[in-house]
């Protein structure tokens, strides 16, 4: 009989070999301890594979009053989302510690050294990769938090990750806090993505954006007036859009085809504004998979807990069809 040990396992669950999930409050090793429930905040800041910008994984630009808050207490860290999953949360992150393990890189700066000393509030931008399959279309992943905070660890890792176990190549951007400076973040790293997708690995025909919240404003913004108008190159718009609970309208024939999904007891998105979007679009000719939800709330991310679940699943299908 093959024994299959537990590092064995994690690897290839990781490699998607094995359907059932390894928890991360198990004990696991790799060339750095991998992180589990029971660590806290400021062992995220401190894991050798983040070194550099292990605080552009956090929500918040000064995250040091929960340093010591428990991972399985980290929803507390982002106050406008709901149905966190502490585990979901841990192994995507031990996913990229994993990847930086083997030699990948992981964390990207789409800004350049010079265009953050012009620009402090640069320095807390960055694009976290999850590799697909090599040469497959990409997509950006925008989290939301309200523009006050970032919820990569929520709503941008484990749905980049779920992304890229399906053979897509996804990165999750970290952006300034600021509506018109985020488009513009999301802007500059699509341009970066396109500018180096050879070395990346990635395919620019059919990529896709995705965004939650504030992130679904960022999608919309460029989705509805292109990337010329937030100060970037007239690149073609996305080949599908992404956008989940957030109350933005306008319409356009030239919009992408769009995956869209809010649930009725939403307590912060006018659920009625989403419904008109979604009929404007419709009557200006673009395709639209519209999901309303019951009981999945605002943030919801996987939607784990909820009638929302698995919604990504059908997202990815979505862009799966528009893609090529």
């Known amino acids: 009989m093959i024994r299959v040990t537990l590092n064995t396992a994690v690897l290839l669950l990781l490699m998607g070999f094995l359907p059932c999930r390894v ?22 800041v401190k894991q050798p594979a983040f070194k550099g910008f292990g ?10 009053k929960y340093y010591d808050t428990r991972l399985d207490e980290v929803g507390t860290l982002m106050p406008y989302h709901s149905h966190v999953d502490a585990n979901d949360v841990v192994v995507a992150l031990n996913h ?24 402090r509030a640069k320095r807390a931008t960055g694009l976290f990769f999850f ?8 997509a950006i992943v925008c989290p939301g938090g309200g523009f006050k905070y970032v919820g990569s660890l929520h709503e941008g890792f484990p749905l980049a990750l779920e992304i890229s176990r399906k053979g897509f ?10 509506e018109q400076a985020a488009t513009e973040d999301l802007t ?38 292109g990337m010329s108008n937030y100060g970037g190159a007239d690149l073609p718009r996305p080949a599908t859009v992404v956008i989940t609970y957030t109350g933005q309208s306008g319409s356009s024939k030239d919009f992408p ?12 998105v006018n659920v009625p504004t989403m419904d008109k979007r979604v009929e404007d679009l419709k009557r200006d000719g673009v395709e639209v998979d519209y999901r309303p939800f019951k009981n999945a709330g605002h943030g919801f991310g996987l939607g784990k807990g909820s009638d929302a679940d698995g919604w990504i699943e059908q997202a990815i299908a979505f862009w799966g069809k528009h893609h090529q």
């Not at 590799?131 to 990409?138: E, H, I, L, Q």
């Not at 085809?257 to 912060?268: E, G, H, T």
Request: no cysteine.
């Open 23 to 44: 928890k991360a409050d198990e004990k696991v090793q790799s060339g750095n301890n991998l992180l589990s429930t029971k660590h806290r905040v400021g062992d995220i």
């Open 55 to 64: 605080e552009l994984l956090l929500p918040w630009d000064d995250n040091s």
């Open 96 to 119: 990229l510690i994993t990847e930086a393990d083997s030699g990948k890189t992981i964390f990207y700066d789409f800004y350049s050294e010079q265009q953050k000393k012009q620009d």
């Open 131 to 138: 590799r697909g399959k090599p040469g497959a279309p990409f």
């Open 169 to 178: 190549n996804a990165f999750v951007i970290r952006y300034r806090v600021e």
């Open 188 to 225: 500059a790293a699509v341009s970066y993505v396109f500018k180096n997708a050879e070395t990346l690995g990635v395919a620019t025909q059919g990529y896709s954006l995705w965004g939650a919240s504030a992130g679904g404003r960022m999608v919309g913004n460029i989705a509805l007036r």
């Open 257 to 268: 085809p769009a995956f869209m999904a809010v649930s009725a007891d939403d307590p912060i």
